[in-house]
């Protein structure tokens, strides 16, 4: 469902009452989506911060579209489109690559939400050093999919963060 239709399936009063838990697991169910579809279990979800209706939702689509940069959130800020986004907060199943840290710094979120840092962390300091708010919720669903992938392709994880030469140069050792 396109991210400007969900007001047909929620009104104000109920996604003023989404809990960061509840809007964690939305972007977990994203990721899920991607899982199923083949790709990495990534996904994102933009609210705005005074009525926390969504505004932009996504999952990575690295296998899918064959695009080495539409991570979750990327593809979570190009669903948002043209928004301000310092009065909106990101929720990422993720820590964030360099790419999507550079990104959210670049559009200057007011604060950002990750739900796994078990499987991998690293970005999260670098955010808060440039004044973004970084706050933990992990999810469980989301650590135990995240991990099975990893168990499972191996590669396609490290092409997703790294790039083909990097599952090439480990390959060749």
Request: charged share 25%.
């Amino acid at each position: 469902m396109p991210t400007r239709s969900l007001d047909i399936l929620m009104d104000e009063e109920f996604a003023l009452g989404l809990s960061d838990a509840e809007l964690m697991r939305i972007a977990i169910f994203l990721a899920a989506k991607s899982y199923d579809e083949g790709g990495c279990p990534i996904g994102a979800v933009i609210i705005d911060n005074s009525t926390r209706k969504i505004l932009g939702k996504g999952h990575n689509t690295l296998v899918q579209e064959n695009h080495p940069y539409n991570h979750g959130e990327t593809s979570a800020i190009r669903d948002a489109g043209r928004v301000d986004f310092s009065k909106t907060t990101l929720f990422t199943s993720l820590s964030p690559c360099d790419i999507c840290a550079t990104l959210i710094h670049m559009r200057g979120f007011s604060r950002v939400v990750v739900g796994d840092v078990t499987n991998v962390a690293g970005n999260e300091k670098l955010l808060q050093q440039k004044g973004i708010p970084v706050d933990i919720l992990e999810d469980q669903y989301g650590i135990a999919l995240y991990a099975r992938f990893r168990a499972e392709k191996p590669d396609q994880e490290l092409e997703d963060w790294q790039g083909l030469r990097a599952v090439k140069h480990r390959n060749d050792r």
